[in-house]
């Protein structure tokens, strides 16, 4: 299976359980594996073949920036699941066959200076 990995989308939102990232917000930094067959664009060098990452980041953008989730689990979950649902447009070719979605943050926790990454894959229930 191929794989199409998109790394270090960064994203401000306003997601978290804090009362202070509900309202003062944070950077996110949002990754992503797209797996799916590329053999035809492979051979075609066209856009119309693959799976077109640039919508796959604007998605994420649109997800991150205008929900308030309390958990960044929630979020990589809505992620996947908007990436998944798109795969029954038409104009999406070939399908994801599996998704990989990885959300990293620094929450405002004192005395904690570290990063908090949750990682999720969701497989098309067509290939499952």
């Excluded at 309202?23 to 664009?41: A, H, K, R």
């Excluded at 699941?81 to 990989?100: A, I, S, Y």
């Amino acid at each position: 299976m191929d794989c199409i990995h998109v790394s270090n989308i960064r994203c401000y939102g306003y997601i978290g359980y804090l009362p202070e990232e509900k309202i003062l917000g944070q950077w996110f930094t949002v990754e992503l594996s797209l797996w799916l067959d590329v053999s035809v664009s492979g051979a075609s060098d066209d856009l119309d073949d693959t799976f077109n990452y640039c919508e796959a980041i604007e998605i994420v953008k649109g997800i991150v920036s205008s929900n308030k989730f309390d958990l960044i689990e929630k979020l990589a979950t809505a992620i996947a699941d908007e990436l998944l649902n798109r795969e029954n447009q038409p104009h999406q070719r070939p399908p994801l066959q599996k998704v990989g979605v990885r959300v990293i943050k620094s929450p405002p926790i004192p005395d904690f200076g570290g990063q908090v990454t949750v990682d999720i894959t969701r497989t098309n229930p067509q290939f499952a």
